[in-house]
């Protein structure tokens, strides 16, 4: 049972133009939010995180989005640039020294 | 810190032969997780350690797999007797709190 998911596998974006990639989870417990960016033959590297006390987080070119009655979130990537093109992860944390819940990731390419 | 340092990054074996992976976490991190990426399944957790004790290896697929952390600077995930459907990419990551460091990644091939 997915507790962390990503719909889409794949996300095509022109340079310049915004990227939105989503994710939903169904554990109310989670408490704290993560997107993670992987280039191929790299581990995964921390994008940006956001609590559940907050609904929006900025760092650059990069927001994400929490509506905790949707249990959904969002990671916006504005204006998009081909070295943006990865996979993208959503993971997701209970409260405690907990693991992170990964979602399957989505792919993304921005065409310049 | 040179990082979450997980040896070998590639490793061939045939089916049947024992198979051990390496991770030393950073340092002062005392959670400790081995995941594994797949197409089918993404990026699925298979053990979990804190301050060295396993805390949950229900993810672990079966008997074939076994995990140990001796020591706060060491881990390494066991398979034998491999299999082909064994083939993906596992990573080893450490966190000291909620933002996990993931290594580079063993990518094992089983033929």
């Known amino acids: 049972d997915q507790q962390v998911k990503q719909n889409s596998p794949s996300l095509s974006v022109q340079e310049g133009r915004i990227s939105i990639l989503n994710c939903d989870y169904t554990?109310?417990?989670?408490?704290?939010f993560l997107w993670y960016k992987k280039y191929p033959a790299e581990g995964p590297t921390f994008l940006i995180s956001?609590?559940?006390?907050?609904d929006k987080n900025e760092d650059g070119r990069f927001t994400v989005f929490l509506n905790k009655s949707a249990k959904h979130l969002s990671l916006h990537i504005v204006p998009s640039q081909p070295g943006d093109s990865a996979v993208y992860f959503c993971a997701a944390i209970r409260p405690g020294n907990t693991p992170l819940v990964f979602g399957k990731g989505t792919r993304l390419s921005v065409i310049a | 810190d040179a990082g979450v340092i997980q040896s070998p990054r590639h490793e061939v074996t045939e089916m049947g032969q024992e198979v051990t992976l390496r991770c030393k976490p950073i340092?002062?991190?005392?959670?400790l997780f081995w995941y594994r990426q797949t197409m089918m399944r993404g990026l699925e957790l298979l053990i979990y350690f804190n301050n060295n004790v396993p805390i949950d290896d229900s993810g672990m697929p079966e008997d074939r797999f076994s995990a140990k952390m001796p020591n706060a600077s060491f881990s390494t995930l066991k398979i034998q007797p491999s299999e082909p459907r064994d083939s993906a990419v596992y990573f080893c990551?450490?966190?000291?709190?909620?933002?996990?460091?993931f290594g580079q990644g063993t990518r094992l091939t089983v033929v």
């Open positions: 340092s002062g991190h005392n959670s």
């Open positions: 990551a450490s966190s000291p709190l909620s933002e996990a460091f």
């Open positions: 956001i609590s559940s006390i907050k």
């Open positions: 554990n109310s417990m989670f408490d704290y």
